[in-house]
């Protein structure tokens, strides 16, 4: 049985997904990146922007979603603690 993805690590797909992309993407990519329901994907998204870890940006061809320094500060952040947690073998 496979295991079910914790919020932080949907959250985490979710950031490196656009900064892997070049620091931007669209919903579309993001949503096949992120291997997410539209549904969840959207309420996802909304809560990293209310968090401002993610903006998004409105273009002539649609929207694209950008990670922040906040959402890349987040990145890095959750690395150290997911290795610090490993070294202690949880």
């Known amino acids: 049985m496979v295991a079910r993805r914790e919020k932080l690590d949907i959250i985490k797909?979710?950031?490196e997904s656009i900064r892997d992309k070049?620091?931007?993407?669209?919903p579309t990519h993001l949503l096949y990146k992120s291997n997410l329901s539209h549904d969840s994907m959207k309420r996802y998204v909304g809560d990293l922007i209310v968090k401002e870890?993610?903006?998004e940006l409105?273009?002539?061809r649609g929207k694209k979603y950008t990670i922040t320094d906040k959402g890349l500060k987040f990145l890095s952040d959750y690395q150290q603690v997911k290795e610090f947690t490993n070294s202690f073998g949880f």
């Open 22 to 26: 070049g620091g931007t993407i669209k």
């Open 53 to 55: 870890l993610v903006e």
């Open 13 to 15: 797909d979710i950031l």
């Open 58 to 60: 409105e273009e002539k």
